[in-house]
């Protein structure tokens, strides 16, 4: 494997918040056996954590060598796509930061509405790149693990590489409005600059060149007088700022103040003789307008005669060759218009064709100055747009990509409702940015073996139980890598510390020949956690991770290295793992592999995972989302009381059955759950349970994790 590394300075620990609680960060790490993920090598301060006196665990310390997991996917699209801000706006989104407002989606009620929606976080990665071509022009640049949402649901760019998920063909339609084709944010030229001042100026001037006989008899003088008076700032602000460029200099001040049905209007103004033959050159028609002046004349007439309320985009003028040139500058640029009869003040009004479509387009290509009118909040998200999948292209290619976070958990991209890597919680909790993806940003303390040898060697230490794999994975795949884990191992084992492993990585097999070695010196647990037995389902929800099988075989290896191995059957999904076969199904499964205990739990819903979830639920299963709704109504996270004495009926006999409830006694110290984690968490268990945090499911689930909760609560960080 090929490593590529750049050195970084301690100012770029800044890019990772929370560094302040390690020595610095070494180097950032790419490689493209872990495409999309970046590995942040870090000297630690500490390795032993202790656990809060609040929480719940059954165990008081942990050590946790990475700070996320590799064990996931990544979403991202190219660094020039267009993203749809709160303000009616598109920005690049390599240029969308945290704490931007963007517009997202949310279902009220029957409709799904463009909402207002935060940017909590945005990062880069590499990724190989996908074209997606719609039918009317609109194309998107992404990797083929992320996601749109089409009229059947969310669905990847790609199908996966193993197993099944929603992917997109050409048989599905996007939901947005597209951009049929335009997909730049155009610069201001000065051909735009002078259409806009036309438009703007001959929209809601007032020009007077006047000559006057002078007061005393002797000849006439000529008065000039320009004004521009606008109760938007914005478009009059631009309009003094253009005139500026063209060497002419205005003044400002109050025209009209408010009332209760008028807004405030402040006016532009100059009497200087020179200052109104330039405006007067600036704004001669042009013997042929361009397309980058007809852009700024649409621009500036918007903004001095139009309104878009209700969904319909007019310009209103009573001038005959305005609304003439109107047309022409609309038709230049392939929009469709149509202009409506006479109103008896003598005015006539030109009407946008095509929807929100056209409107969006219209607004990004021409980009009027004032904000109010661009507004889509609110709206319905529906439209005409030809926006079938024409054509998925793999360019061939790995390149950057970027990505963000929304409060909503998605944003527009270059016109199309587009999923967002909705980050965990548990980096917010563990002193990182929850941007830093927990899936893609992985923090890896390069250090942790030596500096945990140095805790225990204090004379403080009480050589505690420690459990290992509470927040993150500590065999995830850059495990394979790091090679942490067999230092941390010995360091314990030298101090004589007890420890437990929980995991659902298959590298735990490289150090049992190590775990064997130390379970001959201190009390060692493992554990293994294996939710979904149904390789489809297991797929939709756990995408990169090991299977089943490939679990089980890892307990089957500890088993015959002497080891008694719990399984955490976490979480139970109800009317999706929970029948008798299910549950049986896998008992058998886990008995064969040779393990001795199993904990289980039923599904727990926190904030951030529930709406994903149920929204997966609505796509694949969505005869079950009434059911999930009277489970888990309003802010409910667990499953009710109810549901679970039901549940603890159905699994308590059939663990009976299998030998699998951990009454079966063995003097052997190996698989001995540390400090009573056996019947601590038992006690915990059906009361919990777990958070679906990874059950990204066919949605992109990222439940947040919490600070403190029950020992599966606790568990569940890194178990999905």
């Not at 998920?165 to 084709?181: A, D």
């Not at 563990?430 to 927990?438: M, Q, V, Y």
């Not at 941390?488 to 190590?514: E, H, N, Q, W, Y």
């Not at 499964?589 to 819903?605: D, N, P, Q, T």
Request: a positive charge.
């Amino acid at each position: 494997m090929r490593w590529q590394g750049q050195e970084l300075g301690v100012a770029d620990a800044a890019a990772l918040p929370g560094m302040e609680q390690l020595n610095g960060l070494v180097r950032s790490v790419t490689t493209p056996e872990f495409a999309g993920v970046t590995f942040h090598e870090v000297l630690c301060k500490s390795a032993l954590n202790h656990v809060p006196s609040a929480s719940a665990m059954p165990f008081d310390w942990t050590v946790n060598p990475y700070r996320g997991c590799s064990h996931a996917c990544v979403y991202c699209v190219h660094p020039d796509t267009l993203v749809l801000m709160a303000d009616g706006r598109s920005k690049r989104i390599a240029d969308v930061q945290a704490g931007d407002e963007v517009v997202g989606t949310r279902r009220e009620g029957s409709y799904r509405r463009y909402v207002r929606s935060t940017v909590t976080a945005q990062w880069g990665t590499r990724k190989r790149a996908y074209r997606v071509t719609l039918a009317d022009g609109t194309q998107l640049v992404a990797s083929g693990d992320h996601r749109f949402l089409t009229e059947r649901g969310w669905k990847y760019v790609r199908p996966a590489d193993s197993g099944q998920r929603p992917y997109l063909t050409t048989k599905n339609k996007l939901l947005g409005f597209g951009t049929g084709g335009f997909d730049v944010v155009p610069v201001q030229t000065e051909e735009y600059r002078r259409g806009y001042l036309t438009g703007v100026i001959r929209g809601d001037a007032s020009m007077l060149k006047r000559e006057y006989p002078r007061s005393n008899g002797n000849g006439s003088y000529v008065a000039y007088r320009f004004r521009l008076a606008l109760a938007d700032s914005e478009a009059l602000e631009r309009s003094q700022d253009f005139l500026e460029r063209s060497g002419v200099a205005t003044n400002q001040r109050r025209f009209a103040v408010a009332t209760a049905r008028r807004r405030e209007m402040n006016a532009i103004f100059t009497s200087r003789g020179a200052d109104f033959e330039a405006i007067t050159a600036l704004i001669d028609w042009p013997a042929t307008q361009s397309p980058e002046w007809s852009r700024g004349f649409l621009a500036g007439i918007f903004d001095a005669e139009g309104s878009c309320s209700r969904g319909i985009l007019r310009i209103t003028n009573g001038n005959e060759q305005m609304l003439a040139a109107t047309m022409t500058a609309l038709a230049a640029h392939r929009f469709k218009c149509v202009r409506e009869p006479m109103r008896p003040n003598g005015v006539s009004s030109i009407r946008l064709l095509g929807g929100m479509p056209a409107r969006r387009r219209f607004f990004d290509l021409v980009q009027p100055a004032i904000t109010r009118k661009l507004n889509l909040i609110g709206d319905a998200v529906k439209s005409d747009a030809p926006l079938r999948v024409v054509s998925i292209e793999d360019l061939g290619e790995t390149i950057d990509m970027v990505d963000i976070t929304t409060s909503t958990g998605d944003f527009i991209a270059n016109g199309v409702v587009s999923h967002n890597c909705f980050a965990r919680g548990t980096h917010e909790y563990l002193e990182l940015d929850a941007g830093r993806d927990f899936d893609t940003q992985v923090v890896v303390k390069v250090n942790v073996a030596e500096v945990l040898q140095k805790e225990l060697r204090r004379g403080s230490w009480q050589h505690e139980p420690v459990m290992l794999g509470t927040n993150t994975d500590p065999y995830q795949r850059a495990e394979g890598r790091y090679k942490l884990m067999p230092g941390i191992v010995s360091a314990l084992t030298d101090s004589g510390t007890p420890f437990s492993i929980l995991t659902k990585g298959t590298l735990l097999r490289r150090d049992l020949p190590l775990l064997t070695q130390a379970a001959g010196e201190v009390q060692v647990s493992l554990a293994m956690s294996i939710a979904v037995f149904d390789d489809e389902l297991q797929h939709l929800i756990e995408p990169g991770t090991p299977t089943a099988t490939a679990r089980l075989e890892s307990v089957r290896a500890a088993t015959e290295a002497g080891f008694r191995v719990t399984v955490f059957l976490m979480p139970i999904i109800p009317h999706l793992t929970d029948s008798i076969a299910a549950i049986d199904h896998a008992l058998s499964r886990i008995k064969a592999a040779g393990a001795v205990r199993v904990v289980y739990g039923a599904l727990h819903l926190r904030p951030g995972a529930k709406q994903w979830f149920l929204q997966w639920l609505g796509e694949q299963h969505p005869e079950l989302v009434s059911s999930y709704r009277g489970l888990y109504p309003g802010a409910t996270a667990t499953a009710p009381k109810a549901y679970r004495s039901w549940l603890a009926k159905r699994v308590r006999p059939l663990l009976r059955v299998h030998g699998l409830d951990g009454r079966a006694e063995d003097d052997s110290p190996r698989g001995e759950p540390v400090a009573g984690l056996a019947s601590r968490a038992d006690a915990r268990a059906a009361q919990t349970i777990i958070t679906t945090s990874r059950g990204r499911a066919a949605a992109g689930l990222r439940a947040p994790a919490r600070a403190a909760g029950s020992a599966a609560d606790e568990a569940s960080i890194r178990l999905f």
